[in-house]
Nanobody
C-alpha cells in the first residue's frame, strides 16, 4: 500500500481544513488508517484512526469533537476533517495504514509523506 497525504496549509485559529490520504492498492479496505502529527521539536503524536469499513473511529482526547476521520474506499481515500483549529494543532500530518491491531498501537507498516499544517494565532 502506498499512501500520499495532501491538503495542508496555513490557516488561522478557528479555521477548518480537510486533509486527504490517497492510497494505492486493491485491498485498501482491509487496512485501518491512522493520522499522526509531529510538531517541531516534539515526538510524533497519534491523532486518530478509522477501521477498514469506516464505521469505527478513535481519537486522541485533544482533538475529540473537533476532528473527524472518514473514508471512501471506492476512492481509496481517507479524510481528516479538522475544525476549530488551534495553534497547538500545528505540525506535519502523516497518514499510515495498519493491517493488524487497532488504535494508537496498531502495526502501521505503511506511511505516506507528511503534509504541513500551520495554524496562526
Amino acid at each position: 500500500v502506498q499512501l500520499q497525504a495532501s491538503g495542508g496549509g496555513l490557516v488561522q485559529t478557528g479555521d477548518s481544513l480537510r486533509l486527504s490520504c490517497a492510497a494505492s492498492g486493491r485491498t485498501f479496505s482491509s487496512y485501518h488508517v491512522g493520522w499522526f502529527r509531529q510538531a517541531p521539536g516534539k515526538e510524533r503524536e497519534f491523532v486518530g484512526t478509522i477501521n477498514g469499513s469506516g464505521d469505527m473511529t478513535q481519537y486522541v482526547n485533544s482533538v475529540k469533537g473537533r476532528f473527524t476521520i472518514s473514508r471512501e474506499n471506492a476512492k481509496n481515500t481517507v479524510y481528516l476533517q479538522m475544525n476549530m483549529l488551534k495553534p497547538e494543532d500545528t505540525g506535519v500530518y502523516y497518514c499510515a495504514a495498519a493491517g493488524r491491531g487497532w488504535g494508537q498501537f496498531a502495526s502501521y507498516d505503511y506511511w505516506g509523506q507528511g503534509t504541513q499544517v500551520t495554524v496562526s494565532s
